[in-house]
């Protein structure tokens, strides 16, 4: 029986091509974080030496608790790491990797080291929600990013100079930026491929057990027809045209005329396909939008009920309580409880 032969690495000069320091925030997204460093180890083992270099830190250089309540010790703080800045270990590359909270983390020292950071030429990213950090830091003004779907809409509400995509990752010169979770594996891929070529990266997908690169353009959620179940072409029309009009929501008679239907036909078509009118389905997403703007941003609860299609805060307060089972208020006073609790049971993991 034959064998296939065994690889030979990968031919490249044996040079250090990225130094990366990786800034942790408290609670962020582990998930984001490993699939971020990972392909770095894999590319170095089948080269055969360290072309990537990569240091941990955080803003005091205490450790810090990832969302899954794992604790990362670091090497280093904002300090150390600005210290570095004027010195032979000067990064190539700085990623902030945040997640659940970022809107509560306002840390100057932070935002300062990385406007620094950038103006001394060094390439910023952001993991997960890191994209929320570097626009508190004043570097996302007319660039494009990508932060996690659930992130966007209360991060267009709060950084509407920044040129946000729901992609899976953004590269807009020297700012990087991806959605989190394995979209971080994607868009190190292409750092690595860009530095090595595509046979390195298809090497790495193999130790992964991926089957292929995802382009930056590829959808972060799953399809429509996926996600709700939904065959019918038509329902799946309403909805996307319902998705894009949710700050001012369309009549149901102007949705029919968009899709060459009567109104009549696209209310029984909604009950047969969804189970529910589609003025019902419509103040769902509505508030589902809502939600987030609540737990994810500081916006006064008028300004959310105004960015939600809602005339009034009377209004959408009701209907908020109708749904959810709890005011617009008791939703952000729960939220506010859950940010400042502590991790239960930490594991405690060395860099």
């Known amino acids: 029986m034959l064998q296939a032969p065994i690889r030979a690495p990968v031919e490249a000069p044996k040079t250090l091509k990225r130094s990366i320091v990786f800034l942790l925030i408290p609670n962020f997204s582990m998930i984001a974080f490993a699939t971020a460093i990972e392909p770095l180890r894999i590319a170095n083992r089948i080269l055969g030496h360290e072309a990537y270099r990569w240091r941990l830190a955080s803003p005091t250089g205490a450790p810090v608790f990832a969302s899954n309540s794992v604790e990362i010790t670091v090497t280093g703080s904002i300090e150390t790491e600005r210290r570095a800045l004027l010195t032979e270990r000067k990064p190539s590359m700085v990623f902030v990797c945040s997640g659940v909270f970022v809107e509560d983390f306002n840390d100057k020292s932070s935002f300062s080291y990385l406007r620094e950071t950038h103006q001394r030429g060094v390439a910023v990213g952001g993991l997960c ?95 429509l027809r996926a996600r709700l179940g939904v065959q019918h072409a038509k329902v799946l029309s309403i909805i996307e045209i319902m998705e894009a009009n949710l700050g001012e929501p369309l009549s149901l008679v102007e949705i029919s005329r968009h899709i060459g239907l009567s109104r009549r036909q696209v209310e029984r078509l909604f009950d047969k396909e969804m189970g529910r009118s589609p003025a019902r389905y419509y103040l769902e997403i509505r508030l589902d939008r809502a939600r987030h703007l609540l737990l994810q941003s500081a916006l006064p609860i008028v300004e959310i ?33 859950l940010g400042s609790g502590t991790a239960l049971a930490p594991t405690r993991v060395g860099a």
């Open 305 to 337: 009920a105004v960015a939600s299609g809602f005339v009034s805060a009377s209004h959408f307060s009701k209907c908020y309580r109708e749904l959810y089972g709890r005011s617009p208020q008791q939703e952000r006073a729960a939220r506010a409880a």
């Open 129 to 223: 929600t890191g994209a929320w950090i570097l626009a508190r830091a004043g570097l996302l003004a007319g660039r494009r990013c990508a932060i996690h779907w659930e992130n966007l809409p209360g991060f267009s509400e709060a950084f509407p100079r920044a040129d946000v995509h729901a992609d899976l990752f953004e590269i807009d010169h020297n700012l990087f930026t991806c959605a989190g979770g394995t979209a971080s594996l994607d868009m190190m891929l292409a750092l690595i491929g860009e530095d090595h070529g595509d046979d390195l990266v298809n090497r790495i997908c193999e130790q992964a057990l991926t089957d292929r690169v995802r382009a930056s353009h590829d959808r972060q959620r799953l399809p």
